[in-house]
């Protein structure tokens, strides 16, 4: 059952997080000629893929280190509050040639995906079989769904909440099995009720704080 909920965590955070970076994908290839274009998301993808995984399982033996899955666990609770309050920008210059754009499109999705990095890696707590067949399941439905999920989350914000709060989640957990600190989590009561907290924490300062930011830029 924990493997389980692990592998949907996971791809609740490749979704929710990744969904961008398959539209850097589109955008990096739009210059080019349609049949070109196919094999450079293909050719791109996969080239991302990879270095997705490496970057991933070399992240999961990092947070083996005494400290570092303390210090993981408060940048993913980072992540998870930036991403209820964070305007996306896709601003992506397109390619001209075929091998320029699948250069294009590794580079940054090696760039924007270190969030999805920690936050997969957490969730996959040590699992290397975790991050491969979370990855598997969720890099062609973000490549090929992507515009459909990204409107999905435009027209339903929930889905947002749903992932910010999974992200919590994974952060709270991340803290809670610390070897530094997790004596003082011995007592269930003590260990869940800090895994809530935090993801109320989160998800009710988030949204305190987009509200603000919808205020300010109605005044404006």
Same mark, same amino acid.
């Given at each position: 059952?924990?493997?389980? *909920? ?10 929710? &997080? ?11 290839? !739009? ?9 450079? @998301?293909?050719?791109? *993808? ?5 270095? !997705?995984?490496?970057? #991933? ?11 570092? &899955? +303390? ?5 993913? #609770?980072? @992540?998870?509050?930036? %991403? ?18 699948? !250069? *294009? ?24 079989? %975790?991050?491969? &067949? ?12 992507? #515009?459909?999920?990204?409107? &999905? ?13 999974? %992200? ?11 070897? %530094? ?16 907290? +935090? ?12 509200? !603000? ?8």
């Amino acid at each position: 059952m924990e493997f389980f *909920t692990a592998l949907l965590s996971i791809v609740i955070i490749d979704l929710v &997080l990744a969904g961008d970076n398959a539209i850097v994908i589109g955008l990096a290839a !739009r210059n080019l000629p349609k049949d070109k274009q196919k094999q450079v @998301i293909i050719w791109g *993808t996969l080239g991302a893929v990879v270095i !997705r995984v490496l970057a #991933t399982l070399a992240v999961v033996w990092l947070l083996k280190i005494p400290g570092l &899955l +303390l210090i993981g666990g408060i940048i993913l #609770t980072w @992540i998870a509050f930036k %991403l209820l309050i964070e305007e996306k920008d896709h601003d992506v210059k397109a390619a001209d040639s075929m091998w320029a754009a699948i !250069r *294009t499109i590794i580079i940054a999705d090696a760039v924007m995906g270190l969030d999805n990095v920690l936050a997969v890696a957490g969730a996959a707590h040590g699992d290397f079989l %975790l991050v491969v &067949l979370g990855l598997i399941i969720s890099v062609p439905i973000v490549v090929w769904g992507s #515009t459909v999920f990204l409107k &999905l989350m435009d027209k339903y914000p929930w889905i947002i909440y749903i992932g910010s709060g999974v %992200l919590a989640f994974t952060a709270a957990k991340m803290i809670v099995d610390e070897k %530094l600190i997790k004596a003082y989590f011995e007592e269930p009561s003590i260990k869940y009720g800090f895994i809530i907290l +935090l993801i109320a924490a989160v998800l009710l300062l988030g949204r305190w704080f987009k509200q !603000r930011q919808s205020k300010a830029g109605a005044q404006s």
